[in-house]
């Protein structure tokens, strides 16, 4: 694996055209919204793409609307189906051209907005958080722009050591934050109120997850 993060940090057609500049030979993996894509890149040069039932260039206009996500970038094209043989920056050009024409309609994480705000109204303790879902939708409440990214990280971190669902606190230089996966697979990043107890703080996350459920 060469990268991996979310496209509520670094946008699809950044990422594209970046490995194409800098002429990668690689597979982008991308889910969002049960959605799932997959683009291969042969020395800069796209050769494929899938997008459910789309394929190629309409795959890639897709894509390239998304607003949030998560994408694994890695190494090789294997299993490349050689379709097409295309520069990013045309198929980008074309895809914003679309957004801007509205001819694609824009994709919104309307639903996440809202559950995260239910959640941190449930939780006093809380001064905001970044909620992903499942499928890599993210939006934030009063948390930096790098947050969906240090989630990302820190759940696969846990993945990797076999870590159950459940909370992980991290606590340095003034910052306190709470790590919280899901049994479903949603993760909440949250910071904790100035005086507020980490452990009541996980307590009304834990409750707040188990009533939406």
């Known amino acids: 694996m060469i990268l991996q993060g979310s496209f509520a940090l670094m946008s699809p057609a950044a990422l ?3 490995l194409c500049q800098e ?39 897709r894509l390239a609307h998304w607003p949030d996500g998560v994408f694994t970038v890695v190494a090789g094209a294997a299993n490349a189906p050689e379709t097409m043989a295309a520069d990013a920056e045309s198929l980008l050009l074309e895809a ?26 449930a939780c006093p303790a809380l001064a905001g958080g970044t909620l992903m879902q499942p499928d890599g939708a993210a939006t934030s409440i009063d948390m930096p722009d790098t947050s969906p990214l240090v989630a990302v990280s820190l759940s696969s971190i846990g993945e990797a050591l076999d ?21 479903a697979g949603h993760m909440l990043l949250a910071t904790v109120r100035t005086g507020e107890s980490l452990g009541e ?10 009533a939406a459920r």
């Open 23 to 61: 002429q990668r030979t690689v597979t982008i993996r991308a889910n969002r919204a049960g959605s799932k894509v997959s683009v291969w890149v042969m020395d800069g040069i796209i050769v494929g793409a899938r997008y459910d039932e789309h394929t190629d260039e309409e795959a890639i206009y």
């Open 201 to 210: 703080a996980g307590a009304q996350i834990e409750r707040a997850f188990a």
């Open 16 to 18: 594209i055209q970046t």
């Open 163 to 183: 870590a159950p669902p459940g909370i992980v606190a991290y606590i340095g230089h003034g910052q306190r934050l709470l790590l919280t996966r899901s049994a």
């Open 96 to 121: 914003a051209r679309q957004r801007d024409e509205g001819t694609m309609a824009p994709l919104t994480a309307h639903g996440a907005a809202a559950r995260l705000d239910q959640i941190l109204s």
